[in-house]
């Protein structure tokens, strides 16, 4: 508890999964939180992220989240940034002043970039969010190091990636993944539908990983 209160995590992404995540580690007794994400919560929201509700409808979500922990944990040092993270924007976040980076960033672009910096800097340790949408069996939901993460679409364009531009992690990572193979036919629209019985329980994982970690020191 006393480590909890010491260490400093950001979270990068706030949605189905970083709500969650977040959520959980200052109910565990983190004290030093920040919460990177320039959108605002959206009616869509609403079946799988924390704070989405009627009331916090077009709100920043990392404000939402901030205001909520405030109540949860009065005594906490929680910092919401309101900002997207992207090559451009990296050197705003100094990773290196960071015990755990928490990557729940959707965009192959910008959570390659972050994967590269954190496991590059030194210090930081990082647990990386991959796919969650599609899926709809959290008990198939597990961790794994990236090299070995199987059947995961965003673990093999990430892997791509690094391989066109002959640049890879720095050091090895943990990362929340589902064994479940993705089905587009389950849920009506367009978009990627997602559960928040998955997400919620990708969330908690990271954070699992992060307290557990916490233990070994």
Not at 51 to 63: D, I, N, P, Q, S
Not at 140 to 158: C, I, M, P, Q
Request: aromatic share 8%; with cysteine; hydrophobic share 40%.
């Amino acid at each position: 508890m006393a480590r909890l209160k010491e260490v400093r995590v950001i979270i990068f992404g706030t949605g189905g999964v970083g709500s969650w995540c977040a959520e959980a580690l200052v109910r565990t007794g983190l004290h030093h939180l920040t919460m990177v994400d320039s959108d605002r919560v959206a009616d869509s929201n609403c079946n799988r992220q924390l704070m989405a509700t009627v009331k916090t409808l077009g709100r920043l979500k990392v404000e939402a989240l901030a205001e909520r922990f405030a109540e949860v944990s009065p005594e906490a040092d929680i910092s919401a940034l309101a900002l997207r993270y992207t090559e451009e924007t990296a050197e705003q976040f100094h990773l290196e002043d960071y015990d755990y980076v928490v990557d729940c960033i959707d965009s192959v672009r910008d959570k390659a970039d972050l994967i590269l910096r954190t496991t590059g800097n030194g210090r930081s340790k990082l647990f990386s969010s991959m796919g969650a949408a599609l899926r709809t069996n959290p008990t198939l939901v597990r961790t794994a190091e990236f090299r070995n993460v199987k059947g995961d679409a965003l673990a093999r364009a990430l892997r791509n990636r690094f391989k066109r531009e002959d640049r890879f992690p720095r050091k090895r990572f943990q990362c929340v993944y589902s064994e479940e193979q993705a089905a587009r036919n389950l849920f009506e629209g367009d978009g990627n539908g997602s559960l928040v019985t998955v997400t919620a329980t990708f969330g908690f994982t990271l954070a699992s990983l992060v307290i557990n970690d916490l233990r070994k020191l």
